[in-house]
């Protein structure tokens, strides 16, 4: 495909959508930011290196395309409507530094209101940030900081092929959190090839020791592409195995329950109450308007999903034509946003509401609450702890007969 490829303009009738939109629907801003200073093996992120961007871009250029694209955004989205949450996500966005970051939060004011109590978001790499830095943050409006710790085991890392050393994570932490940051997120990952269920525990325990009020948890997929699926079709790395992975999740689980977190999405721990929610992955969750705004990003608005084109100076050549940089799109059918309310509702505390299943998939529920994966709980349907560990199984038995 040429480097120079038109975009694909979103038809009438989708543009009829998002004209129409429901002004009093929540609205998030989600701001992709492409850089990294080296690829992870096993990240399948629309990502480059220098040496993979080569001359072809900058962040200058990048800057002034996102601003670009904010700019039509918000013609695109009439009447106006506060932002409620804003996510800054990559790559790597501390590669900007404070100032760069500051920048881009200052692009979004420029361009849409924020909500008096928006959630500002941005992930950070532990390598790439200071004191000066999170204070520069917070100075600029930012109000939750993400960072990628994956483990506490060097040899973990390694194989993960992660720059940073243990330590750096949870000194990151201390860092934003003595800068203001009531609320910071550090990002586990288990199951990787080689971990064990000390190395784990240690981890887990390097979290708590820091005042974070949220945890994420992923299990490790290998991803089609990546170094790390190469590796493990030449038999280097073993696959992750499934039943490691389900104890391992119940070990993230106890060790975060018993130090007063709660689950509320399968992967996602908070302290506190809904105050330490990361509302912007609610947003998700919730079938809410988003706005992607950059290389690859994605957006839903009024039931129309569209993805940027990935390559920055693709994406930076249409918005420079006063085009926008759509790679695709697709108009979701009453049939599709069932399908997704289901999955997606399904993975949080909150549950799916009872009164959204058809009578079949009703039947179907009963089935998963008779074996014990489901319960019911306000007129919701709610993984139990056996089922989360069945997650994706028990929503597809549902919504497939």
Known sequence: MSLRAAPTPLSSAAQARL??????????L???????????????????????????TSPAAWAEAVRAELDAAAARLTPTRPVQTVFVGGGTPSLLGADGLADLLGAVRSSFELAPDAEVTTESNPESTSPEFFAGLREAGYTRISLGMQSAATHVLRVLERRHTPGRALDAAREAAAAGFEHVNLDLIYGTPGETDDDLAASL??????????????????????AFARKVRRGEIPM??????????????????????????????????????????????RSDDWWGIGPGAHSHVNGVRWWNQK?????????????????????????????????LRLRMRSGLPVAVLSAAETERAARAVDTGLLSVHDEAYVLTDRGRLLADGVIRDILVD
């Open 205 to 226: 325990e390097a979290v708590l020791s820091v005042p974070v009020d949220h945890v994420s948890a992923y299990a490790l997929i290998v991803e089609d592409g990546t």
């Open 30 to 56: 989600y701001l992709h930011v492409p850089f990294c200073a080296t690829r992870c093996g096993y990240c399948d992120f629309n990502t480059y290196t220098a040496g993979e961007l080569g001359s072809s």
């Open 311 to 343: 390559h920055p100076a693709t994406y930076a050549d249409s918005l420079e034509s006063g085009l926008l940089p759509v790679g695709g799109f697709e108009m979701l059918t009453d049939e599709d946003a069932h399908t997704e309310t289901v999955m």
């Open 240 to 285: 992750p195995d499934d039943d490691v992975l389900a104890a391992r999740y119940e070990q993230v689980d106890a060790a975060l329950t018993e130090a007063g977190m709660e689950w509320y999405e399968v992967s996602n721990w908070a302290a506190g109450g809904t105050g330490s929610h990361c509302r912007h992955n609610e947003a998700y969750w």
């Open 19 to 28: 004209a129409a939109v429901d002004p009093a629907r929540p609205l998030s």
